[in-house]
T-cell receptor, first 113, second 111 residues
Framework: ETGVTQSPTHLIKTRGQQVTLRCSSQ?????VSWYQQALGQGPQFIFQ???????GRGNFPPRFSGLQFPNYSSELNVNALELDDSALYLC????????????FGEGSRLTVL | QKEVEQDPGPLSVPEGAIVSLNCTYS??????FMWYRQYSRKGPELLMYTYSSGNKEDGRFTAQVDKSSKYISLFIRDSQPSDSATYLC???????????FGSGTQLTVLP
């Protein structure tokens, strides 16, 4: 059984650029959530996808968008990057929608210059 | 006021000590309470999960929930250097699909 994998692990972008982060869910999990973790802070919920549809969203602007694919892999896209977008982006999969039992990947560390 | 407040630490204890980590929350709708552990440069991993007031034990770890005071705690007995990590409390309401995390407490257990 493979765990949650994320790519890339680190990346550097400049303000105004766009970025795509990828996630492969744990086998058997049909729900994926994305969280943003700033340095020294707890993760903040961005959104959740269940069966390829967004079914929950946190307090993030529309330039944060996502996709979930039929194989339950997922993407997080961020447009018009801002300096404050610098953070660790965590993908978490779960076997159902409404659960606190999340399985996190190791994250993608984004630096915006 | 944040929905979940966590003692920020950092906390440094000698090996073998009993560690107490604490969070308070403001929303009575919160029903499920989790503790996650996050090692440096890793994603969080679930340690314990409870939904009722009272204590829940798992080996050296005890999670305690007091819904009347909106207070949750994690106790670590016989702490080990391998317990050195950031501990995050996380709470889920019954209808929500998102976890609300505390800011984390960084724990160092000195050998």
């Amino acid at each position: 059984e493979t765990g949650v994998t994320q790519s890339p692990t680190h990346l550097i972008k400049t303000r105004g650029q766009q970025v795509t982060l990828r996630c492969s869910s744990q086998s058997g999990h049909n729900t994926v959530s994305w969280y943003q973790q700033a340095l020294g802070q707890g993760p903040q919920f961005i959104f959740q996808y269940y069966r390829e549809e967004e079914n929950g969203r946190g307090n993030f602007p529309p330039r944060f968008s996502g996709l979930q694919f039929p194989n339950y892999s997922s993407e997080l896209n961020v447009n018009a990057l801002e300096l404050d977008d610098s953070a660790l982006y965590l993908c978490a999969s779960s076997f159902r929608e409404n659960t606190g039992e999340l399985f996190f990947g190791e994250g993608s560390r984004l630096t915006v210059l | 006021q944040k929905e979940v407040e966590q003692d920020p630490g950092p906390l440094s204890v000698p090996e073998g000590a009993i560690v107490s980590l604490n969070c308070t929350y403001s929303n009575s709708a919160f029903q499920y309470f989790m503790w996650y552990r996050q090692y440096s440069r890793k994603g969080p991993e679930l340690l314990m999960y409870t939904y009722s007031s009272g204590n829940k034990e798992d080996g050296r770890f005890t999670a305690q929930v007091d819904k009347s005071s909106k207070y949750i705690s994690l106790f670590i007995r016989d702490s080990q250097p391998s317990d050195s990590a950031t501990y995050l409390c996380a709470i889920l309401s019954g209808s929500a699909r998102q976890l609300t995390f505390g800011s984390g407490t960084q724990l160092t257990v000195l050998p």
